[in-house]
């Protein structure tokens, strides 16, 4: 096997073995969120099937989040805003568990209270 093909396959298992620790710590950031947020968590479950496709949702960024994930919008203390784009994505209606609900047009526009 020439150098090439030896540089080749030393990136493929290194990849390989990032994709694990990637995969690693987004089930451990589910397994925390899960443990947290058991009534969001267990929403996203429901609506996507299983836990590794909810785990992987909560790490995209999301357009209506501004560019940033789940995760990052829960940390700023706007549960409310990760309620409504699962519904929204899932055309469902979901019921907060929040005394206050907030409605938005998208992240970065306005927010106003509602009932």
Avoid at 48 to 64: I, Y
Avoid at 71 to 76: F, K, N, Q
């Amino acid at each position: 096997m020439g150098n090439a093909m030896l540089g080749i396959k030393q990136a493929c298992f290194a990849i390989r073995a990032a994709t694990l620790q990637r995969d690693a710590a987004i089930m451990d950031a589910f397994d925390a969120f899960q443990k947290r947020h058991p009534a969001l968590a267990q929403a996203l479950i429901e609506h996507l099937g299983d836990g590794r496709k909810a785990a992987r949702w909560m790490c995209l960024h999301q357009r209506a989040f501004d560019g940033k994930n789940a995760y990052d919008i829960l940390i700023e203390g706007h549960d409310d805003l990760v309620w409504d784009e699962i519904a929204r994505s899932f055309g469902v209606d979901i019921p907060v568990a929040t005394s206050r609900r907030i409605r938005h047009s998208s992240f970065k526009g306005r927010k106003e209270s509602g009932p």
